[in-house]
């Protein structure tokens, strides 16, 4: 339990990387879309950033689950780091300290 509990806090910062790649990826094909998509509503703007912000969240949702359960090997990590093309370093998260309370 105690070492499941640290590994969720040990791939976190992994995990708030990638969602913020996806967000940015987001953005991107947004800012690209708006344009091309002509006059719209208010209404059907907001329509399509949440359409937009619902399939990032669903995309990334058993990728991140996994991510969170892998948490406790350091090799595990660094796969999901080379996969995913992100910068963190899985070895630099810190390592648990059995001696904390928890």
């Known amino acids: ?40 509503t208010p209404a059907q703007r907001a329509r399509i950033e949440q359409l937009t912000h619902r399939l990032v969240r669903k995309l990334l949702h058993t990728p991140l689950t996994q991510l969170r359960a892998l948490a406790v090997d350091p090799q595990a990590l660094a796969l999901a780091c080379r996969l995913w093309g992100l910068e963190e370093d899985p070895a630099a998260f810190p390592r648990p300290n059995r001696e904390e309370p928890g």
Do not use: H, Y
Request: positive net charge; glycine residues 8%; proline residues 5%.
């Open 1 to 40: 339990q105690w070492e499941a509990g640290w590994a969720g806090r040990r791939v976190a910062p992994l995990i708030a990387t990638l969602q913020a790649q996806a967000e940015r990826i987001r953005q991107q094909e947004l800012a690209w879309a708006w344009p091309k998509l002509g006059d719209l």
